[in-house]
C-alpha cells in the first residue's frame, strides 16, 4: 500500500501525505495518516520544522542546508525521514521533478 | 543524537502502540508524564446493547437515561477538534442502537475527527457496509470472542456469531479492507488463535488481541474464562511470532517472559488515554469504570479539556508510581506491574502485582485480599455463562 517504489532518496524531493496531521508536543509532534491510521512521534523540533518544510525544497538535502542542520547530523535526520516514507508519512514529490526551491 | 521517529502506532487505542526496535526509554517517560492532550481516547456512546456478553467491561444492557444528547456529543466533538485529538474509538453498549450514531460519526470526520467504533456486527448490513468502505476516515471492529459459534455463543449470547460473521461478509462484499476483528482472548479461545488469524486474512481484515479484564461483568466470569498459566505463556510465544498482529498493547504483562513486545509497554491510562462514558463522565480508561477512577464530567465547567489537564485523578497518575511489592523483582521494568484494572477488580493494591503476573506473584497476592466491589451494572438481565463449549 506504500506510494513509494523505491527506497528513500535524500536527492530527491519528498512532502508530507496531505491525510497526515501534526500535533505540537514538548518533545515535538505527533503525526496522524488518516489513511492508514498509524501514528507517528517526531522527537525534535528541528525534525518536525524540516518535514513542514520539506516540500519548499527540490530535495532533502536542500531542506537540511536551508535549515542550517549541522552536517555531521544529517545521517540521523535521513534515518527519521526514511522512516517516515516507509509509513507513507512522507511522499516524494510528483514524478521526481520536484518542488520549486524556496525565494 | 540519535533522532528517529521510531514509534509507531498502528492504531492509538490506549493500548496500541507498535515500537520499532529503537529503545524509546525517553519517549516512554513523557508518556508516563501525559500530554496535552490524549493520543486518542475511548467513548462509550451508549450502555444500551442487544447483547449481554458475560465478560463485559461496562456490563451493558439498558440505556442511562441521562445520556448524553446529539447536541452534547457535538460539543464535545469540537472541544476534541479543538485539542486535536485524532482520532476516537467508539464503543458501549453496542453503539449503532443510537439514533443518531452515524449523524455523529459524520460530524467526527466532518472536525477531523477520525473514528474507529466496535460494534457486534447488528448494525452492518449491505448498505451500510457500502458507505463504510467509501470513507478513508471511519474504520470499524467487529467484536468476536470465539473463532465457531459453540465457543462464540457461550460468551457474547446466542445466535452473536452468526450475526458478526454476516456484517464481515458485508464488509468484504463491500471492499472495505483492513477492517478489524477484536477478540478478547480467554481460556476458552486461545487454542483457536490460528483460526482467528485465518478467519482475519479470509476477510482481509487485521486481527486484534486483547485482554480480557476483570472488570464489569467480567469479574463474574473471571475465574472461568481468564487464561491459564500455561496459555499465557504460549499466547506469548504466538504474539512474538505474529508482529502484525495489533494487541492495543494490552499484554505487557506478559513482557517479563522475555524480549518484550512490541508497543510501549506501560500503562496509558490517564496519561495518554481515558474513556467517557455514555453520562459524560471521564475515567482513566475504559477497564476502570469506578468512582475510585472518575476523574470529572464532560457536563461540567470547563469540560473535558479541564478534566483532562486538570483533574486530581489524571495529575497523580502522571507522577512517578512507585513499584511497590514489585520493586524488588528484576522484571518490573519489563512488566511494569502490569494492569491497574486487573489489579484494583481483583481487589490487589496499585502497588502490588498483577494477578496474571507471569511469575505467580499475583495468585499469592489475590489470596490474601478481598475483590473490591464493581461498578455500576446496567444488565438487564441477570447474566451468566451458556454452556461450556466441549473442550
Known sequence: MTSLAVPFDADRAYRLHEQVALRPEPFGALAYHYGNRRLNFLRAKELVALVESLDAYESVRAAFSAAEIDPRRWPSFEKALASLAASDFLVGAADGEGAEVAA | MTLSTGLQISEPTPDNLVLSPVKQSGLADQMKAGLDAPICLTWELTYACNLQCVHCLSSSGRRDPRELTTEECEAV???????????????????????????????????????????????????????????????????????????????????????????????????????KISVVMTRHNIPQVDAFKAMADHYGAQLRLTR??????????????????????????????????????????????????????????????????????????????????????????????????????????????????????????????????????????????????????????MDSVARAEVGTDHSRTKVTLGTKPAG
Request: with cysteine; glycine share 12%; aromatic share 10%.
Open chain 2, 77 to 179: 466533538i469540537d472541544e476534541l477538534q479543538r485539542m486535536q485529538v485524532f482520532y476516537i474509538n467508539i464503543g458501549g453498549g453496542e453503539p449503532t442502537i443510537r439514533k443518531d450514531f452515524w449523524h455523529l460519526v459524520q460530524y467526527a470526520v466532518d472536525h477531523g475527527v477520525g473514528v474507529k467504533f466496535s460494534t457486534n456486527g447488528s448494525g452492518i448490513d449491505a448498505a451500510v457496509a457500502e458507505q463504510l468502505a467509501a470513507s478513508d476516515y471511519v474504520d470499524v471492529q467487529i467484536s468476536i470472542d470465539g473463532a465457531d459459534a459453540e465457543t462464540n455463543d457461550h460468551v457474547r449470547g446466542a445466535g452473536s456469531f452468526a450475526t458478526a460473521v454476516q456484517a464481515m461478509e458485508h464488509l468484504r462484499s463491500a471492499g472495505f479492507e483492513g477492517f
Open chain 2, 212 to 365: 480480557f479484564r476483570p472488570s464489569g461483568r467480567g469479574a463474574d466470569s473471571w475465574d472461568e474464562l481468564h487464561p491459564t498459566d500455561q496459555q499465557q505463556r504460549e499466547l506469548y510465544h504466538w504474539l512474538m511470532d505474529h508482529p502484525d498482529v495489533l494487541t492495543g498493547d494490552s499484554f505487557f504483562h506478559l513482557s517479563a517472559l522475555g524480549e518484550a513486545l512490541p508497543g510501549l509497554n506501560l500503562c496509558g491510562a490517564g496519561r495518554v488515554v481515558c474513556l467517557i462514558d455514555p453520562v459524560g463522565d471521564v475515567y482513566a480508561c475504559p477497564f476502570v469504570l469506578h468512582d475510585e477512577f472518575l476523574a470529572g464530567s464532560v457536563r461540567n465547567e470547563g469540560g473535558f479539556q479541564k478534566v483532562w489537564q486538570e483533574s486530581d485523578l489524571f495529575t497523580g497518575l502522571r507522577e512517578p508510581q512507585s513499584a511497590g511489592a514489585c520493586a524488588s523483582c528484576g522484571h518490573f521494568d519489563a512488566c511494569q506491574g502490569g494492569c491497574m484494572a486487573a489489579k484494583f477488580f481483583t481487589g490487589i493494591p496499585l502497588d502490588g502485582p498483577d494477578p496474571e503476573c507471569v511469575l505467580g506473584h499475583g495468585e499469592t497476592a
